[in-house]
């Protein structure tokens, strides 16, 4: 199947660099980008689509989310992450069934399509159950089954978080024509004992595959790392051999500058979640200091109920502000910056070299913005119209692979009222354990 997309004004890169043509056009032939410019190819495509009014740019990428804590929205809320988890979420996770998952995964790709999102990265339960609506769906995924484990009589040989990712990655790493990537995971320093995480670090690094993990999200977390080690969770993480393969670490906020420096020379990618830090009050992730020591940033959500949504435009516009009032600078976060971070720099945290961008050869993950609103008017500067005035709701087409899976609010790969019917029913089973 082949599309020429017409008369769209088309964020791409030249050299680095983000450029936006005007009245321009974007061909697709297959999975691929095959043609960009201001004059119409001479090249038939099988289908036209006027874009006028439209604004064409990279599919976004979620760094860092639990897909089916959406089931645990409003949960716990104005608590510290710590009670949050303890009293709020983990007993309700533990209530979870097979079904709560899909629904919950399900309704999470919904979200994320509607919105402009082209791929995630998820850290859950049950993958072997959700990957098939990654399969259906047609959406992208790095996802890993989270690894937990408090105390030194586990038996590492029949651990089941250990058991089931390595099934997981063995069944599904690259399947969907490489739309689903299996990376390894522990959750976090304070969750996990350091006899398990020394043999999962040395299992993984023979196996190969990605990373992904949460670092210094609080100073509770960062500090009781210190007393418990005499070192940070970077310092512990690298130590133990973690970031010697490609990986992505989430939130960041207490990150020191000896962290950054480890995080910099392994190569680490930070995943900035703004709503969420400043909704569990968490802090001020060092991100400019990052991106001047040329750290990969991406940025991620978080999980549902800790956000609470999958809105990756309302990311973009929190990351560009709230480091401005912070630093007192309001040069410090540059929209292409912020852009980059939502694209680009999400597909490199995946390995995803093929995509992130708009250019010939690139994979088609494609996404339209329309302007025809009050708040998109006028447009002087465009990427600071997609920062700073866009919404999600702007969003009118998704399309992943060359395939447009959803257009003008109608879902292509997906049965929406079956999805919400099932999403209700799990939710009604998981109420009845809330507090």
Known sequence: MSILFKNAKIITTEKGSMKVLENSYLGVDGKFIDYIGTQKPKKTYAEEIDMYDKILMPGIVNGHAHSAMNLLKGLGSDLPL???????????????????????MNMIILEMLASG???FSDMYFRPMITQKCIEESGIKADI???????????????????????EFHKNFDGAFDDRLHVDWCIHAEYTISEKIAAQWAEEIQKLGGRFHTHVSETKREHVGCIERHGKTPTKWLSDLGFFNLP????HCVW????????????????????????????????????????????????GSSSNNNVNMFEEMHLASIIHNGYTCDPTI??????????????????GRKDTGTLEVGKKADIIAINTDAPHMVPDYDTLALVVYSAQASDVCMT????????????????DRDKVFHDYMASHKYLSAFAK
């Open 255 to 302: 990150c020191t500058d000896d962290d950054l420096r480890i995080l910099k020379e392994k190569g680490v990618t930070i995943v900035h979640n703004p709503t969420s830090n400043m909704k569990l009050g968490s802090g001020f992730a060092p991100i400019q200091k990052a991106l001047d020591m040329g750290i990969n940033v991406s940025l991620g959500t978080d």
């Open 117 to 119: 999102t082209t791929s």
């Open 82 to 104: 710590q009670e949050w988890l303890e009293n709020a979420v983990w007993p309700i996770e533990g209530k979870m069934r097979d079904q709560d998952f899909v629904s919950g």
């Open 333 to 350: 976060m540059k929209p292409e910056a912020i852009i980059r971070m939502a694209t680009l720099a999400g597909a490199l945290e995946q």
């Open 399 to 414: 399309m992943v692979d060359g395939k447009i899976l959803y257009k003008n609010g109608e879902y292509l790969t997906m």
């Open 247 to 250: 990986s992505y670490a989430a």
């Open 144 to 166: 890993t089954r989270v690894l937990m484990g408090i105390g030194d009589d586990i038996d590492y040989a029949t651990f089941p978080d250990r058991f089931e990712s390595i």
